[in-house]
């Protein structure tokens, strides 16, 4: 009778092991799908949010090809400023000025992508900033500190806004091919409209990096205004797009940004040979590629905040306001 209790226990102590052992495994599951694991050196640092981003029912920590979507509390930035402390690394930004947005945001003290970048834009790490503008003599200079600097650089202007917009991805990939993918590791590509107003920092960095359209990331892909017209390269079927992205800040290596802006040019000129031009130009042709080339990194509304939806005390860059009517042409 004690044997047969014996074995008996033996045999429930037996089970609560596989029971515990099954828990942890399923824990560590939940952890790795929904929690960012920060690489530093040989240990993996698990950030707990003090929040996860909601988009109706599903928990928006990483996407579903297993991402991660950043936002402010879903890193770690102490862990990725020491893991990255002593890569010397150099982070280009490229923004474009033509006609009226170089008087209205370059010029003397409304250059405030200038000094705020260089308080808030990767601040640990080496910055060149090349400024694509019409009128080099109109941008204001700029005194920085050691870490930041800044190229100009002469460029054509397009007579319509939107043939500006296209032809920026055919600019951006000659400076790279000639310059910029010697001179920086990473390279974001920005609008020269918008504003740092808080810490824009390494958690940014990755090969291929989307950022989200605020006013479309609670919405489902029926509601994004891709490309619907079959006939035109950007197209983008009914039912099928991850996310809506903004052609307003995107980046990754230099040799990613490469095949991103390539991708849209020729997208760009494929549809000129038809007589057809894209519902929202590059941004469409970014779309569609960001479709095909699944981002390595997908940035939250947080780091592209549109203060017309409501406040948001975690954006790190917002819309400039401003008058269409007075910075277009057209």
């Excluded at 080099?136 to 806004?161: C, D, L, T």
């Amino acid at each position: 009778m004690v044997n047969v209790q014996r074995k008996r226990m033996k045999q429930v102590d037996s089970l609560h092991i596989i029971i515990i052992a099954v828990r942890r495994y399923w824990f560590l599951i939940i952890l790795q799908t929904h929690f960012r694991c920060i690489p530093v050196g040989n240990t993996c640092v698990i950030s707990f949010p003090s929040f996860v981003i909601i988009r109706g029912d599903v928990l928006l920590c990483r996407t579903h090809w297993h991402v991660p979507v950043v936002g402010e509390g879903n890193f770690n930035r102490e862990a990725l400023n020491q893991h990255h402390k002593n890569k010397r690394l150099t982070i280009g930004l490229t923004v474009f000025a033509l006609g009226k947005y170089v008087i209205l945001f370059l010029f003397k003290e409304k250059n405030l992508l200038f000094l705020n970048a260089e308080k808030y834009f990767m601040t640990d790490h080496r910055v060149i900033i090349y400024v694509m503008v019409d009128e080099p003599s109109k941008v204001a200079y700029v005194e920085f500190g050691v870490k930041h600097s800044y190229k100009v650089f002469r460029i054509k202007k397009e007579n319509r806004w939107q043939d500006i917009s296209m032809m920026r991805m055919k600019t951006l990939s000659d400076l790279l091919k000639k310059y910029i993918q010697y001179e920086v590791d990473y390279l974001f590509c920005m609008d020269v409209d918008v504003n740092f107003i808080a810490p824009y920092g390494v958690e940014t960095l990755g090969e291929r990096v989307a950022q989200t359209q605020a006013w479309f990331f609670e919405t489902t892909n029926q509601y994004f205004t891709y490309e619907r017209r079959p006939e035109s390269a950007a197209y983008i079927p009914m039912g099928e797009g991850d996310y809506y992205y903004h052609a307003a800040s995107f980046g990754g290596t230099p040799s990613e940004v490469l095949k991103l802006v390539d991708h849209c040019y020729n997208g760009i000129m494929a549809d000129k040979e038809k007589n057809i031009e894209a519902i929202w130009h590059d941004e469409s042709h970014l779309n569609k590629y960001f479709l095909l080339n699944k981002p390595t990194k997908v940035l939250s509304p947080d780091y592209l905040w549109d203060f017309n939806i409501h406040g948001n005390q975690n954006a790190k860059l917002r819309w400039v306001p401003k008058d269409y009517g007075q910075v277009r042409e057209n």
